[in-house]
């Protein structure tokens, strides 16, 4: 379950769109506020020379981890743990690939892919795109 949480806009851009977490929002300048998911605002967070709180009584719903919505190897849907996200690669099922595709690049890997393929992309991802 997201809560909404407003986000202020403190960089020098006349206008700002969210091309990180993809919310779909635009700030009109410096000052200008939005709201969006706590599990978007992490995302926009990570830039705080773009994007802050408006209110730091939402700190605590944005730094709780959110778990994250997934496709098992049958396209059922599965919640995934945040912290499985952190452990190496090498030990990660391809759920948890193709979660962290999706969370960390908002890509994503083709659920017939092998396991090593899955990796191997990621780890393409990694070099081209940082994380």
């Known amino acids: 379950m997201s809560n909404?949480?407003?986000?202020?806009?403190?960089?020098?851009?006349?206008?700002?769109?969210?091309?990180?977490?993809?919310?779909?929002?635009?700030?009109?300048?410096?000052?200008?506020?939005?709201?969006?998911?706590?599990?978007?605002?992490?995302?926009?967070?990570?830039?705080?020379?773009?994007?802050?709180?408006?209110?730091?009584a939402d700190r605590a719903s944005v730094e709780a981890p959110v778990s994250i919505q997934g496709k098992d190897e049958d396209g059922e849907p599965v919640s995934i743990d945040p912290d499985d996200l952190k452990k190496p690669l090498e030990k990660m099922n391809k759920t948890e690939?193709?979660?962290?595709?999706?969370?960390?690049?908002?890509?994503?890997?083709?659920?017939a892919m092998t396991k090593k393929a899955m990796i191997d992309q990621i780890e393409e991802w990694q070099h081209e795109l940082g994380a």
């Open 4 to 56: 909404l949480v407003q986000v202020v806009y403190v960089g020098n851009k006349p206008h700002a769109f969210d091309n990180v977490a993809h919310s779909g929002k635009c700030w009109a300048g410096n000052g200008d506020v939005q709201e969006v998911t706590d599990a978007q605002a992490k995302l926009l967070l990570k830039y705080p020379d773009q994007w802050a709180l408006a209110n730091e």
């Open 97 to 111: 690939l193709t979660a962290l595709a999706k969370q960390t690049w908002d890509k994503e890997l083709d659920p």
